[in-house]
């Protein structure tokens, strides 16, 4: 029998804003229900999280190469399914984050993943709201790729187990992982990467790594390493090498996962398609070590590693994650000079 996750219950009703393209202020971005206020908004980086790390005026580059704040990121949200949904999973989340590496491990996955999907839906629809903006100030039609609007559409779908009555069947849509890093008390380690949906996050005893619309596609082509690390207590540049792998494997991913809709009386199940459908090309493109040390190098800039000391050794980057035989490098014994 399939297993079932199975969300809080409520009448039934998807809501797609990708087919209508209203990304406006006057709908709540997750029900698509009219607000009362323009004003009736969220902040897409959590206030718990902002003030704990005095985000609030630091600069947030959008895609446009426009700047705004963290505080500035909003997202339209009725105030009902605020109270009702997000605010009870914020103060689960912030709850189990004050406490460390071990109350995040306890955490319902489902929870991290939905968490984490609000904040990177909020930055994308941000984007969009910037896209549009800058599109019509010059006369232009709003254009974005059918891949992104895919990928987009699906993690809005996934959202909705939050206020909906949606039952995932045998699958979960994302990879998640996480590990406990020795990091400094006030680190704030945070990556995104909207084209991938890709999402990590380093701070008190742990790092978190969330693909959010791969099926598990990732936790899978890595099972190896983590396999490895399972159980370990990092390095910060440890964790940052972790962090290059799944992203630059996020890029290599070349499926859209594809799901079927069904919704049953008051219950919309969701079953997801075989990733590797009709195509016998692999579910990843070939790594290519020097991409990826440009990758880590990016990964590493805290420590000053450059891309030729990465791949002096082309055909084996530098890592300090395994020894030259393949063993995990325990954490205590890495020193560096930079």
Not at 297 to 310: A, V
Request: aromatic share 14%.
């Amino acid at each position: 029998m399939k297993n079932l996750l199975i969300f809080a219950a409520m009448p039934a009703q998807i809501y797609s804003p990708f087919k209508s393209f209203n990304f406006s202020n006057s709908k709540c971005f997750l029900t698509g229900d009219l607000l009362n206020s323009p004003e009736e908004r969220i902040q897409v980086f959590p206030q718990w999280l902002m003030s704990r790390y005095s985000l609030e005026d630091k600069p947030f580059k959008l895609l446009d190469e426009s700047m705004a704040t963290y505080k500035d990121l909003k997202l339209p949200c009725s105030a009902a399914l605020n109270e009702q949904y997000l605010e009870p999973l914020e103060a689960e989340i912030a709850a189990a984050f004050d406490t460390g590496y071990e109350a995040v491990k306890a955490l319902d996955d489902v929870k991290l993943f939905q968490w984490a999907g609000k904040m990177l839906y909020g930055i994308v629809f941000n984007e969009i709201q910037a896209g549009i903006r800058q599109q019509h100030a010059q006369g232009e039609q709003f254009n974005i790729s059918e891949s992104l609007i895919h990928k987009f559409s699906n993690l809005h779908l996934m959202l909705q187990c939050l206020n909906l009555p949606i039952q995932l069947d045998g699958f979960k849509p994302f990879s998640l992982v996480l590990f406990k890093v020795d990091n400094s008390e006030d680190i704030f380690g945070y990556r995104d990467e909207i084209n991938t949906l890709t999402f990590s996050l380093r701070i008190k005893d742990f790092g978190l790594i969330i693909c959010l619309q791969d099926n598990g596609a990732n936790g899978r082509y890595h099972k190896e390493v983590l396999d490895k690390v399972d159980g370990r207590t990092l390095h910060p540049i440890q964790f940052e090498e972790l962090n290059a792998k799944f992203f630059y494997s996020a890029y290599l991913f070349n499926r859209l996962p594809e799901y079927d809709v069904m919704p049953v009386g008051d219950t919309i199940y969701i079953e997801a398609a075989p990733l590797r459908g009709t195509s016998s090309k692999p579910l990843f493109d070939d790594w290519m070590n020097k991409i990826y040390g440009q990758v880590l190098e990016n990964f590493w800039k805290n420590w000053g590693y450059l891309l030729f000391e990465i791949i002096k050794n082309p055909e084996q980057p530098m890592s300090f994650l395994f020894d030259a035989n393949g063993n995990f490098v325990n954490a205590s014994s890495i020193e560096l000079s930079r």
